[in-house]
């Protein structure tokens, strides 16, 4: 199965990804590898998705999904429900996954290499802008110079048009945001998900960030991307997890 190692120089221990698109059940606007229920694929088809995800990849267990909004909370992985309503998984245990589902926006997974604590946070710029970064860190309360960070794949920032008053919301927060902004040759605002997730990160301590040099929206053969399904068939499209764990006594 096709998937993204996270280029970070963790133990192997530290398992760490997201999956790619080829090779699922799913059929149509939604074919390949989906793993959401919540985007009208058809149930048995994630299911098979699911199970490959599990076989392949030597899944502990098989995973629940949180119910994702686009908000700042984060929730240990005991409580990784359908049900369960955040944007964040957390653990300091060995053996439990934490795993987000994206298609443009930015999933974040956290380490911290010696002193068993990982993460995965869904950042898009609601919940970014609402400050899940820090809501992951404050989760996982440990050092936060010492944390290993991994920006999963998302819409780069010269696909990702935005209006003013998303720049204009940033901007209130941290001034220093304006440099994750371009205008183009149209005057539209170009926003960069990448650039304004390192800038919350190193302004709250971490020091070790990898990843954030793809884009979902120009490579659909390998992500799915809401924005380009929408684009060109009036449908969000599947979604790729991104899933972090750490082997039983490996740290």
């Known amino acids: 199965m096709p998937y993204l190692k996270a280029n970070w120089p963790l133990s192997a221990k530290i398992h760490a990804f997201t999956t790619l698109r080829p090779e699922g059940y799913s059929q149509d606007i939604f074919a390949g590898l989906n793993l959401s229920y919540r985007v009208q694929d058809d149930a048995n088809a994630v299911d098979q998705n699911v199970t490959k995800l599990v076989q392949e990849m030597q899944l502990p267990y098989r995973p629940e999904w949180i119910h994702q909004v686009h908000g700042a909370k984060v929730v240990n992985a005991d409580q990784m429900l359908a049900?369960?309503?955040?944007?964040?998984?957390y653990t300091h245990q060995s053996g439990k996954i934490c795993a987000v589902l994206t298609a443009d926006c930015l999933p974040i997974l956290l380490c911290h290499p010696k002193n068993l604590g990982i993460a995965a946070?869904?950042?898009?710029w609601r919940s970014l802008h609402q400050g899940i970064v820090?809501?992951?860190l404050n989760a996982l309360n440990l050092p936060a110079h010492e944390l290993y960070v991994w920006l999963g794949p998302a819409i780069a920032q010269k696909a990702y048009v935005v209006g003013n008053e998303f720049r204009e919301a940033f901007l209130d927060l941290?001034?220093?945001l304006s440099e994750a902004f371009y205008q183009d040759e149209d005057q539209q605002w170009h926003g960069d998900l990448y650039a304004i997730a390192k800038t919350q990160l190193q302004d709250l301590g971490v020091q070790h960030i990898y990843?954030?040099?793809?884009?979902?929206?120009?490579?659909?053969t390998r992500f799915y991307s809401a924005r380009y399904s929408l684009r060109h068939n009036d449908h969000?499209?599947?979604r790729m997890a991104t899933l972090i764990w750490v082997e039983n006594n490996a740290i």
Not at 83 to 89: I, K, N
Not at 211 to 220: K, L, R
């Open 83 to 89: 049900s369960t309503e955040a944007d964040g998984v």
């Open 121 to 124: 946070l869904h950042a898009g």
């Open 134 to 136: 820090e809501a992951g």
């Open 174 to 176: 941290n001034p220093r």
């Open 211 to 220: 990843g954030g040099e793809y884009c979902t929206y120009s490579d659909p």
């Open 236 to 238: 969000t499209g599947g």
